[in-house]
């Protein structure tokens, strides 16, 4: 039996997204969606037979051209038009799963019946959500101002029977899928082209998947950092509950909490240490850890009133008589948190690769480059190469894109949030991220077999022995790349829980 998620006005949380995604559950509209859709599109079409009266978008052209008046017999050839040309989207294509989540995001927005769509438009798209037929996306050419015109145009076109989707695994015709499912194209009326283009569904879904992964890779980078701290002999007094609790920061709180459970009953946490301090990548891995866990959840608060709003314009509010002109489209508020995020994404992997460098200094009593016979062999020299490489790619990867407006539409649009390319980039450093926190296990997971005898902890020892069985230890020079690739592949997959007394999960 199908599992389904129904569309109504409730809030939609990332742990219902994160549900949704993860047991494959189908949408439905609920009887209240329907009835709010359906009202606003009758209280539009009376308007619009009553009336003359210009308005934007409805019998007016778009943007610079939004003085020009559109006959009635034009309105839904004006909107047909609309996204038609304004599927100019360019470069690689957008990740299935992101546009998977695009319409389930413009689902929720149409939702609650202040756009002006028909019921069997907004069903069509739940249609394609539930059978998989996913619209060809570009993840290039939104300005993050009047919506995400461009990705969504692409997200739109297959409703007309244009453009390419995916289906069954294979790209093919919109329309020839259509024809194979039995279903006519989508007849726009007046309003619904605009509707569907206008609106921040490409940002909020690669902001929201994004949050959904780091959420996943905070937990890794606290993992994988106890067991650096352990395997390189480090020292458990900077994590001390007092000392944070002076600061206040929950995130640091909750960071030290973490590695202090993760440790306990670690032989080489507890045994004598010759040195007094830890190196900074060590010893203040609450603060910045922390640090980043706490701009995560500010950023997933953005995404989480994103996901349940009305970005669309103009703004139809058919109990007050009301068609209003604004700017909820405009991205400010997602381009600014976006932006935000990718620099704590990046500083989890900045502080990982000072880590990488310390296990291969030769240090504490681990050998050079952590192999028995360096010189012969070179060991882990050049992983860390890498992972300074990507962290470096990473930092230019977090100049804002927020700080920069270009003018479009003939100056009507002199005001743009960019905040499409903050959300891609914010998830190129979230898989960056990965990469380098992959390298640090790889490191970690060999600089603990030097300290043998002696072992970790309870906790810390089964997730290095969950890592064995797909990486092996390295006795001499192998090909590193394969090694990387798995050690990416099981931080995507292995199974975890945090120790019980910690805090409840970011």
Not at 70 to 81: A, C, F, M, P
Not at 308 to 318: G, Q
Not at 381 to 403: E, F, G
Not at 455 to 466: I, M
Request: aromatic residues 8%.
């Amino acid at each position: 039996m199908d599992s389904y998620h129904l569309i109504n006005h409730e809030k939609l949380t990332f742990k219902e997204v994160f549900d949704i995604i993860k047991t494959n559950k189908k949408l439905k509209l609920s009887e209240s969606a329907i009835d709010k859709i359906d009202r606003c599109r009758t209280y539009l079409d009376e308007r619009m037979a009553k009336s003359d009266v210009p308005i934007y978008g409805v019998n007016t052209g778009f943007g610079a051209l939004y003085n020009k008046k559109i006959s009635r017999e034009d309105l839904g050839h004006l909107q047909e038009n609309l996204v038609m040309s304004h599927a100019s989207g360019t470069g690689e294509e957008v990740p299935p799963e992101i546009v998977k989540l695009m319409l389930l995001l413009k689902i929720q927005s149409l939702s609650y019946g202040h756009s002006g769509v028909q019921v069997k438009t907004v069903q069509r798209l739940i249609d394609f959500y539930n059978h998989d037929i996913i619209p060809v996306v570009y993840q290039l050419g939104s300005l993050g101002a009047s919506g995400d015109l461009a990705p969504l145009a692409h997200m739109s076109l297959p409703l007309l029977g244009k453009g390419e989707v995916y289906f069954m695994g294979k790209k093919r015709e919109a329309a020839d899928v259509l024809a194979e499912m039995g279903w006519d194209s989508i007849q726009l009326q007046s309003k619904e082209g605009l509707a569907l283009l206008n609106g921040t569904q490409f940002m909020t879904a690669y902001g929201v998947f994004t949050v959904l992964k780091v959420f996943r890779l905070s937990d890794m980078a606290d993992i994988v950092g106890a067991l650096s701290l352990d395997a390189f002999d480090g020292r458990i007094e900077p994590f001390y509950e007092g000392l944070h609790k002076l600061r206040h920061h929950l995130g640091q709180i909750q960071t030290a909490e973490r590695f202090r459970h993760m440790l306990d009953g670690s032989e080489l946490i507890r045994q004598h240490k010759e040195h007094v301090q830890d190196p900074y990548s060590f010893r203040c891995i609450p603060q910045v850890h922390g640090a980043s866990k706490d701009a995560v959840n500010h950023v997933a608060s953005v995404l989480s009133e994103e996901m349940n709003a009305v970005t669309d314009n103009p703004t139809i509010f058919p109990e007050e008589n009301l068609i209003l002109s604004g700017g909820n489209f405009h991205g400010q508020p997602l381009a600014l948190a976006l932006d935000y995020l990718a620099i704590a994404i990046a500083e989890l992997g900045d502080i990982s690769e000072r880590r990488i460098f310390q296990l291969i200094s030769g240090s504490r009593g681990l050998p050079s480059f952590l192999v028995a016979n360096p010189g012969l062999n070179s060991g882990f020299m050049i992983p860390q190469y890498t992972a300074a490489s990507i962290v470096n790619q990473n930092k230019q990867l977090c100049t804002p894109a927020s700080v920069d407006s270009i003018v479009s539409s003939q100056g009507q649009e002199d005001h743009v949030s960019m905040g499409a390319n903050a959300a891609t980039k914010a998830w190129e450093t979230a898989l960056n991220l990965e990469r380098i926190l992959a390298i640090e296990l790889f490191n970690a997971a060999q600089a603990l077999e030097f300290r043998r005898p002696l072992k970790s902890s309870g906790y810390l020892e089964k997730f290095v022995a969950q890592y064995r069985e797909k990486v092996a230890f390295v006795s001499h020079d192998k090909i590193m790349h394969d090694e990387i690739e798995k050690s990416i592949a099981f931080l995507q997959t292995v199974d975890y829980e945090l120790p019980e007394a910690l805090l409840p999960g970011l």
